[in-house]
């Protein structure tokens, strides 16, 4: 990414008196608060970022992750499975494919998060396929110039049924992730030593029976994911205590309630069989059941991913309505009174829910948002989604956090990334320390403020989002804090790059003019 110094238009816009709101500027109040909290930079993990990305962009947290690492075969570290993604077929991957990961994140100085097995069976090779159309007969779709490799429909659209797993699988149990926890031990001490490795077994197993219906045909129980989250978790553990466990990997909003098994059954005879208790808090409890009987955590991370569900969000889509949900939805984030537009029309609060089942259920557990992506990340709505999303994070207490995959170069989503970690090229990053915003008077509801202290660079840290079609004035007040003169970086509107301002971007009275749909890094001198 190029650091563009002094576009005119950016600076015209920011510092320019004919923006100024002829009401009077909204009021955001910086605080330290009374008991400090860190704000964690495994918040800002990207999936499997190129080593220049992950070096220039200062990413803390890089995962390994998706549907195929759910069939990775270490052994062969070269051999995965597609599942449904394209035809059930194993694969071949880059060789010793997990010892380059782990050499990318030691040499970025980041930690690493892998998906390792759960589902039971991994690759066995680098050519099988599940549904032979000589073995199992027509099917409704073959892979272009394979005609034998079918995608495990009937004609009808019926599914293929009683296939051979091990057509293309081996089992892998306990005794083979503990092989692969100790293989990589023994070739990266460092990480180990470091505790710089999160291992989370599967990935999103409430769809087994979709993604991976060769090997897991049947939709899967909570008892059923309880039960091999525990034996695998042992092994971890036993191979290689020091190592942090995450999990259960859910794949979105209906996975945190309801069980595979009973998705569109009447008689929810899985929430029967579990007291009626929803399947995540259910999951905290019995973990922690497990701690208390065993002496051993298995769970240190509480791990979901989420998809914004409304229509065209996740998308490249750019228009007018797409663009609007896209920063808006946002707030199922966080906002608890915000109702989530789509078919989940629920209150979602997802951090502050997950931090409310975690003080009940298993005190001490970590939030982990590890899987999500508002789309746009080539459109200025994506670049203001990211931003919020990235401040949002810290703002409510996540510990560990993970975009997928990783913001393409030279797009708004990659500005947005950049606007927190690395601003001016050098690493100026936001800081880990949170300070408190509050708003006095009418809040602005088009901006939002994210604080903290950078303690390293001597500089209170804020990133301002204008996320309305028009320009805003905000006024800075600061509660406890010496505040000196600053340096600001923004986001748009120009263009999908970050530009370092070359005037103060505040005014001698705390304002600070916010163009239409940008965002702003300001970087306070903090006096003694």
Not at 58 to 79: D, F, Q
Not at 382 to 391: D, K, N, Q, R, S
Request: with cysteine.
């Amino acid at each position: 990414m190029t650091f563009l110094q002094g576009r005119a238009t950016c600076i015209a816009l920011l510092l320019g008196a004919g923006l100024a709101s002829a009401a009077e500027p909204a009021v955001c109040v910086i605080s330290a608060p009374e008991r400090p909290r860190q704000i964690p930079p495994e918040i800002y993990g990207l999936a499997v970022p190129s080593m220049a990305q992950a070096t220039n962009w200062h990413v803390p947290l890089l995962r390994w992750g998706g549907n195929t690492s759910e069939r990775y075969n270490w052994k062969l570290g070269n051999a995965w499975n597609t599942g449904r993604d394209w035809f059930f077929e194993n694969v071949g991957v880059e060789r010793h494919a997990w010892v380059g990961f782990l050499d990318r994140v030691e040499k970025a100085g980041a930690k690493a998060y892998l998906n390792v097995p759960l589902i039971g069976y991994a690759a066995k090779d680098t050519g099988s396929y599940a549904f032979s159309v000589k073995k199992y007969g027509p099917q409704k779709e073959c892979e272009p110039g394979r005609p034998d490799v079918g995608n495990g429909l009937h004609a009808d659209g019926t599914p293929v049924t009683g296939n051979n797993r091990y057509d293309t699988s081996i089992v892998a149990d306990g005794e083979f992730i503990a092989g692969w926890v100790k293989a990589m031990k023994e070739k990266f001490p460092s990480l180990f030593a470091e505790r710089r490795i999160i291992l989370a077994p599967g990935n999103e197993p409430m769809l087994w029976h979709i993604t991976h219906r060769d090997v897991h045909p049947e939709p899967a129980t909570a008892r059923e994911l309880l039960e091999r989250f525990v034996k695998i978790a042992r092994a971890i553990k036993a191979a290689a205590p020091e190592v942090q466990i995450a999990g259960p990997e859910l794949w979105g909003w209906p996975a945190y309630f309801d069980s595979a098994f009973d998705t569109g059954r009447r008689d929810h005879a899985d929430r029967r069989a579990r007291g009626g208790a929803d399947l995540l808090p259910w999951f905290l409890q019995e973990l922690r059941a497990e701690e208390q009987r065993g002496g051993t955590r298995l769970l240190d991370y509480v791990s979901v991913h989420f998809y914004p569900q409304a229509p065209n969000v996740f998308s490249a889509a750019a228009d007018l309505e797409a663009t609007r949900l896209r920063i808006e939805s946002v707030r199922s984030l966080w906002d608890a009174g915000y109702r989530d537009p789509s078919w989940i029309r629920e209150r979602v609060e997802l951090l502050p829910r997950l931090r409310r089942w975690v003080a009940e259920h298993y005190p001490g557990t970590r939030i982990a948002l590890t899987e999500y992506n508002w789309g746009g990340e080539n459109d200025v709505s994506g670049g203001l989604a990211l931003a919020e999303i990235l401040g949002v994070l810290g703002r409510e207490g996540a510990d560990a956090a993970c975009y997928w995959t990783a913001p393409p170069e030279g797009s708004f989503a990659a500005a947005a990334y950049q606007l927190f970690r690395n601003a001016d090229g050098h690493g100026a990053a936001f800081g880990g320390e949170a300070l408190d915003t509050t708003w006095t008077g009418a809040a602005a509801e088009d901006v939002s403020v994210f604080a903290a202290r950078d303690r390293a660079a001597g500089a209170a840290t804020l990133v301002c989002v204008n996320k309305s079609g028009l320009p805003q004035a905000l006024r800075l007040r600061w509660n406890g804090i010496a505040a000196g003169t600053a340096r600001g970086y923004a986001l748009g509107p120009s263009g999908p790059h970050v530009a370092a301002l070359p005037e103060p971007p505040v005014t001698p009275e705390g304002v600070v003019q916010l163009p239409a749909r940008t965002a702003v890094h300001l970087r306070f001198e903090l006096k003694p």
